[in-house]
């Protein structure tokens, strides 16, 4: 995992609180070393707790922004749910590590 996420991993359980967010992961180049702060965004993986559907959007932006903002870095976030490319699924949990997850 990529210093800049590691230093702020503090940061993240009050942010997920806040968003009610039950699993946060990063994937991809930030998760397995290959990420280069010039060309790559942070890849995000996210499970959020159940909600009518303007709470979600505005979770979701709301976490987007948060994100973004304390890391410094595009952040490209993903829900879980909606994906159904078996490959992208695969290359996910090939590299995903979890950064928060609800009690």
Known sequence: MIAAV???LAHLP??????????????????????D???????ILVDF???????????Y???LEDLQRLFGIEVDLIERGPIRN?????????TQMVLYEAA
């Open 37 to 43: 702060p010039s060309r790559s965004d942070l890849d």
């Open 14 to 35: 009050g942010i997920c609180e806040k968003r009610r967010v039950r699993r946060l992961a990063v994937f991809g180049s930030a998760a397995t070393g290959g990420f």
């Open 49 to 59: 707790a159940l909600m009518p559907p303007v709470q979600h959007a505005e979770a």
């Open 61 to 63: 932006f709301g976490l």
């Open 86 to 94: 078996p490959y992208f699924l695969q290359a996910i949990r090939d």
């Open 6 to 8: 590691e230093e702020k």
